[in-house]
């Protein structure tokens, strides 16, 4: 599929994140789903305190619409001591995500707290992956690449982050950014109400069956 110029991509980025229609959806699906899920909040802060007495949430900054850093917030799925040696990438059975944490990482029940980033407008229901600032990737050969630099991290950035999205759906936990990104990149240029129902209705089932680290790229 051809895509358009990233000028008329980026065009459509920032109609898209202006849209009242789209800000619309967020509110209020952010508003109900933190009032549906208030039950599951108490039973999931209980069973981390119990679990090992470490903090319920964990805050992480992100970058956001046009670069914009923000603290996204989730419940803690690893060990406290998980970034002792440094940030880096949670990895298919992962040894510091916790028994909890791996329920809620595969079904997604760890980022239910963005709801909060969503309703104060630092993410977006349905959008590209927040990523953290600075990220780089590795490239083979020992070289390595900021994200920044990967063709099409403007185009992504040129809309709220979303909680998911076609690349948290579709791309494959290996997939190298710069494909990832070409589906965020698809987004932007189809993007409409529909479709964000769409991938909202996916979402659902993915979590019901439990697969987002099967089928979903890592999260960290």
């Known amino acids: 599929m051809a895509l358009p110029a990233s000028g008329v991509v980026l065009q459509r980025g920032a109609a898209i994140a202006a849209s009242p229609v789209k800000r619309a959806f967020d509110v209020v699906f952010a508003a109900a789903g933190l009032i549906a899920s208030s ?15 470490g903090p319920v949430f964990f805050r992480q900054d992100r970058s956001g ?10 419940f803690r799925s690893m060990r406290v001591d ?17 028994r909890l944490g791996r329920w809620m ?13 969503i309703l104060v407008g630092d993410m977006s229901v349905v959008g590209p992956r927040a990523l953290r600032p600075g990220e780089i990737e590795a490239r083979g050969a020992g ?7 990967v063709p099409g991290f403007a185009v992504r950035s040129s809309v709220r982050p979303g909680l998911t999205g076609i690349a948290q759906i579709y791309a494959g936990r290996n997939l ?11 987004y932007v240029c189809r993007q409409s109400l529909a479709l964000d129902v769409r991938l909202v209705i996916l979402s659902f089932w993915i979590s019901l069956s439990g697969a987002w680290e099967i089928r979903g790229e890592s999260r960290t």
């Open 65 to 74: 619409l046009n670069g914009r850093v923000f603290r996204a917030l989730k």
């Open 39 to 53: 039950p599951l909040w108490l039973l999931l802060a209980l069973g981390i305190t119990l679990q090992d007495g």
């Open 176 to 186: 190298p950014r710069r494909q990832k990104f070409r589906y965020d990149r698809l």
């Open 143 to 149: 070289a390595f690449e900021r994200l920044e630099d």
């Open 105 to 117: 990482r595969a079904t997604a029940m760890d980022e239910l707290p963005q709801l909060w980033n």
């Open 82 to 98: 998980a970034e002792q040696r440094g940030a880096h990438q949670a990895v298919a059975n992962d040894p510091r995500v916790t």
